[in-house]
DNA sequence: CACAAATTTAGGTCGGACCTAGTATTCTGG
DNA sequence: CCAGAATACTAGGTCCGACCTAAATTTGTG
């Protein structure tokens, strides 16, 4: 990596820390993107060039939490699709990968009282969804796409609830998260699987 | 209704059509709500008023159409949920309900050109979705609402991939819509079935 | 008819998204 | 190693949606 490209990371990073311990401290609609720029000692400008909207400040990982499913199913080419999916959950979940939730309770509560970022967070499972849309394997009958649609659907609103689940449990401070996020993924593909299995 | 009744619901009314007439023509960006409210001839402050955000001014019936689902479950309490909104759908289908998405194609093509409208009907769906929760009977054992959180995840995405397919449909000018949407909506049901019938 | 209540209006402020022109920094080829 | 190109950043704007307040207008009621 370049001088350059080191200090653009450097940069947006600088930024986005800033803008995250403001928005913490005093809420996302609290804090503009003047008082963020003016944190970070960049131009308001600055903050604007990298990250095009004032929510991107928060969900830096964005582009890894969308493609995620996506690329569970085109890595596991031999399992189907819920079944790579499944797995490739259970494997993250005891690696606690933020891209299940796994965050501090500061961020979980500082996002929930914004209806602003819980917007853009459920457009963030939408792209996921387009996203798994795009990597499952064409079916061959003409029109019965609409079963693999459904499927991606699914599939990702399984991921979105235990993601609920991982940031109301921590949230409430609970001790045992992981055991319960292990069990009620259980239930949630268990149930799921005679559709989709 | 009272006259003042009367007329706050036509000025609403008045306002709304204005709007949906100029967005059709230029786009939903390519129109201020100054705009607006000069084509309505009424205050600004009267579209903000009745619009809270520029985006109502667009799907009006926003509110029956969270609601549905949710009613449907709860006006049919013999049934399972499944089959109340599984038959809830293909009933309201043979009347080419708006909660379906049937639409003009000038609407629908207005919608998707829009980013914002786009978002706005993701949330609406979403919506629904919450709504239909709150509606369904509370499991008796503890923790494992996360069934009854996923089944009204899934057939809220049933609702939503059917609604696209209307509109796919309808924009392509389709004149099979009604057959057509019936045979993904018994594919889109019938997946789900072992799951949650 | 007078007064209360609801609705609309006028004229603002604030902040996010976006634009342009210009400056500063880093990279690359001769 | 230096000049010019490419990229990053800055300064100072415009536009518009969301929101506010005070006042005017219209409608309902005792």
Redesign the pocket.
């Known amino acids: 990596m370049?001088?350059?490209?080191r200090?653009?990371l450097e940069?947006r990073q600088n930024i986005s820390h800033a803008a995250t311990r403001l928005f913490i401290a005093r809420g996302f609609?609290g804090?503009?993107?003047?008082e963020v720029a003016d944190a970070a000692?960049?131009?308001?400008?600055?903050v604007?060039?990298?990250f095009?909207?004032?929510?991107d400040l928060v969900f830096d990982i964005r582009n890894d939490f969308v493609d995620w499913p996506a690329k569970l199913v085109q890595q596991a080419p031999s399992r189907t699709p819920f079944a790579a999916v499944r797995d490739g959950y259970f494997a993250a979940l005891e690696e606690r990968s933020a891209l299940l939730g796994f965050a501090g309770i500061e961020f979980v509560g500082m996002v929930r009282a914004s209806v602003t970022l819980m917007a853009a967070l459920t457009q963030m499972h939408r792209d996921r969804e387009q996203q798994l849309v795009a990597a499952l394997p064409a079916p061959e009958a003409p029109g019965s796409d609409i079963l693999a649609r459904a499927a991606a659907a699914h599939l990702t609103s399984v991921l979105r609830l235990l993601f609920d689940e991982v940031w109301d449990l921590t949230y409430a401070g609970d001790e045992d998260l992981v055991t319960k996020v292990r069990e009620a993924a259980a239930k949630a593909f268990g149930q799921l699987e005679p559709a989709l299995g």
């Not at 095009?52 to 929510?55: A, H, Q, Y």
């Open positions: 370049s001088l350059r490209e200090k653009k940069t609609e804090v503009t993107i003047a000692r960049v131009a308001k400008m600055t604007t060039n990298h095009g909207r004032k929510e």
